[in-house]
Structures are given as C-alpha cells and as structure tokens.
C-alpha cells in the first residue's frame, strides 16, 4: 500500500495524519511500513484526508488521482 507516498504527496507529515485520524503514531508506522493491514474505515478516512483515491492508495492504478465529489460525479455522469 502507499500511505508514505500519499502523506508525501498531501504534504502531511506523520502527526498531522495521526491528529486528523486519531490513531497514535506508532500505530501509524505499522501501516506506513506495511508491519500491519489498516481497517478499511482507516484507509476510507485517509483517503478522504489526502483527497487520493482508495485505488492509488491499494495500489490498484498508478496515477494518484484526486477524489471526485459529488458535484463532479453528477456532471460526469449527465455529460455522456
């Protein structure tokens, strides 16, 4: 998973992550290093801190693009 490289790209640092989601900081480690899978409502919410998507951070696509929110969806969705 990429949360270090997320972080980076957000220009978060570790504690600015930990405060805005409140887990501790050597909880954090253990995800950013991969020692341990975070809950899924944790990567949920630091997505939604970075405004990456959920597929960058799984490693799924490799272009770190932003979340789109409702407003952009309902446009994209009437414009095809």
Same mark, same amino acid.
Do not use: Q, W
């Given at each position: 998973?990429?949360?270090?490289?997320?972080?980076?790209?957000?220009?978060?640092?570790?504690?600015?992550?930990?405060?805005?989601?409140? !887990?501790?900081?050597?909880?954090?480690?253990?995800? /950013?290093?991969?020692? =341990?899978?975070?809950?899924? $409502?944790?990567? +949920? &919410?630091?997505?939604?801190?970075?405004?990456?998507? !959920?597929?960058?951070?799984?490693?799924?696509?490799? /272009?770190?693009?932003? =979340?789109?929110?409702?407003? $952009?969806?309902? +446009? &994209?969705?009437?414009?095809?």
């Amino acid at each position: 998973m990429r949360f270090y490289s997320c972080r980076m790209i957000a220009g978060l640092s570790k504690i600015d992550v930990c405060k805005n989601l409140d !887990v501790s900081i050597c909880h954090y480690n253990k995800i /950013e290093s991969n020692s =341990i899978e975070p809950e899924l $409502d944790f990567i +949920k &919410r630091f997505s939604i801190l970075t405004g990456i998507t !959920v597929n960058y951070i799984l490693g799924i696509i490799d /272009e770190p693009l932003p =979340i789109m929110g409702g407003k $952009d969806l309902k +446009k &994209r969705k009437h414009s095809s």
